[in-house]
T-cell receptor, first 116, second 115 residues
Framework: NAGVTQTPKFRVLKTGQSMTLLCAQDMNHEYMYWYRQDPGMGLRLIHYSVGEGTTAKGEVPDGYNVSRLKKQNFLLGLESAAPSQTSVYFC???????????????FGPGTRLLVL | AQSVTQLGSHVSVSEGALVLLRCNYS??????LFWYVQYPNQGLQLLLKYTSAATLVKGINGFEAEFKKSETSFHLTKPSAHMSDAAEYFC?????????????FGKGNQVVVIP
């Protein structure tokens, strides 16, 4: 199993450009998440999905969109990048049976995004 | 809503000394609590988790944490620090009854191990 993979690993954008970050998991997990990590801020949830075809907003959703067309993939889009979106982006996934007991989130290696 | 507080963004510890990282949580429902570790340029890896079973939880790499409801705490300890423990550590909480598994993370502790 590859676990959770993220593409690309590093990207530089100019202000106003758009891009899509891809997250893929091969563990048949129902739930997937996108976080951003900034120095001294910990991880903050951007959007998440509890199943194929469903998405929901997290703590800091503005400026981002997501799609979950396939169970194994979760895409994060930036329509018009801003310097404030310079960050490290992590994807995670978890399996959650009904009434789940604290299922572990498994993280990808991250994508470093620099917006100039 | 759930939240966690981790004090002291940077923690220095001598090799062989006790590692103690503090985590206090706030939750309106019984919590599940997690400690994750992040090595440089890597994603987060689960160290241990509390899910309402034993209050003393043992994790990987010799770490353990104790859930204390009266103190709303879940501090992480390791008796003897090793150079390989240098990393960033995050405490996280989620509500036990929440079906979406959403975690709230603390701001992290950067651990530096001094030879």
């Amino acid at each position: 199993n590859a676990g959770v993979t993220q593409t690309p690993k590093f990207r530089v954008l100019k202000t106003g450009q758009s891009m899509t970050l891809l997250c893929a998991q091969d563990m048949n997990h129902e739930y997937m998440y996108w976080y951003r990590q900034d120095p001294g801020m910990g991880l903050r949830l951007i959007h998440y999905s509890v199943g194929e075809g469903t998405t929901a907003k997290g703590e800091v959703p503005d400026g981002y969109n997501v799609s979950r067309l396939k169970k194994q993939n979760f895409l994060l889009g930036l329509e018009s990048a801003a310097p404030s979106q310079t960050s490290v982006y992590f994807c995670a996934s978890s399996y959650s049976p009904r009434g789940g007991a604290g299922e572990t989130q498994y993280f990808g290696p991250g994508t470093r995004l620099l917006v100039l | 809503a759930q939240s966690v507080t981790q004090l002291g963004s940077h923690v220095s510890v001598s090799e062989g000394a006790l590692v103690l990282l503090r985590c206090n949580y706030s939750s309106s429902v019984p919590p599940y609590l997690f400690w994750y570790v992040q090595y440089p340029n890597q994603g987060l890896q689960l160290l241990l988790k509390y899910t309402s079973a034993a209050t003393l939880v043992k994790g990987i790499n010799g770490f353990e944490a104790e859930f204390k409801k009266s103190e709303t705490s879940f501090h992480l300890t390791k008796p003897s620090a090793h150079m390989s423990d240098a990393a960033e550590y995050f405490c996280a909480v989620r509500g036990a009854y929440y079906g979406n598994n959403r975690l709230a993370f603390g701001k992290g502790n950067q651990v530096v191990v001094i030879p």
